[in-house]
């Protein structure tokens, strides 16, 4: 079974610009996830899906990040424009179901310059 | 308060040694626990979970919760190298909707 997949693995851009990041999560998870992790940190939520629908984005800094997550399977997640606290890893993960195990994928490592 | 604590480290211990990594949670009506590991530059893969109190043993590694102390830990017995790693502790919040990662406890087998 394919794990979750992420794209682009490494990313470096300027400050005040645009990025994009890909998830495809487990084939039947409904359950998808954004993290983001600074270093030394443990992982934090930016935003839960279930199915197409964000049923938790508390987290997400909503002025310059945005997710979708079309027809329920892969999602992408957006930051325009880009600030240098921004740099981190951000992770995807998926699961079963809300309370089921995570699944993580490789993780995008992003550095704003 | 942070709601998942853990100590930081490095936690060294010598091959063959117990490391024991333990964590708390402020969160009272927390249901799931879950032990990661996270090699450097990787992303977390999980090692155990635990839903009860009391002990869950899987091969060299037991997890360990007492829910009225709020406290759960994970043991690795006849610890090796190649688990040198940060071990994150993640909780799920009351009604299972929301993952707690702590910032993990960074673990040193030396040879």
């Known amino acids: 079974e394919a794990g979750v997949v992420q794209s682009p693995r490494y990313k470096i851009i300027e400050k005040k610009q645009p990025v994009a990041f890909w998830c495809n999560p487990i084939?039947?998870?409904?359950?998808l996830y954004w993290y983001r992790q600074n270093l030394g940190q443990g992982p934090e939520l930016l935003i839960r899906?279930?199915?197409?629908?964000?049923?938790?984005d508390s987290q997400l800094p909503k002025d310059r990040f945005s997710a979708e997550r079309l027809k329920g399977v892969d999602s992408t997640l957006k930051i325009q424009p880009a600030e240098l606290g921004d740099s981190a890893v951000y992770l995807c993960?998926?699961?079963?179901?809300?309370?089921?195990?995570?699944?993580f994928g490789p993780g995008t490592r992003l550095t704003v310059l | 308060q942070k709601e998942v604590e853990q100590n930081s480290g490095p936690l060294s211990v010598p091959e063959g040694a117990i490391a024991s990594l333990n964590c708390t949670y402020s969160?009272?009506?927390?249901?799931?626990f879950f032990w990661y590991r996270q090699y450097s530059g990787k992303s977390p893969e999980l090692i155990m979970f635990?839903?009860?109190?009391g002990d869950k043993e899987d091969g060299r590694f037991t997890a360990q919760l007492n829910k009225a102390s709020q406290y759960v830990s994970l043991l690795i017995r006849d610890s090796q190298p190649s688990d040198s790693a940060t071990y994150l502790c993640?909780?799920?919040?009351?009604?299972?909707?929301?993952?707690?990662f702590g910032a993990g406890t960074r673990l040193f087998v030396k040879a």
């Open positions: 993960a998926s699961s079963a179901d809300t309370t089921d195990t995570q699944y």
């Open positions: 084939s039947g998870h409904n359950t």
């Open positions: 899906y279930e199915n197409e629908e964000a049923v938790d």
């Open positions: 969160d009272r009506g927390s249901q799931s």
């Open positions: 635990i839903y009860s109190n």
């Open positions: 993640a909780v799920n919040t009351a009604g299972g909707f929301k993952t707690i």
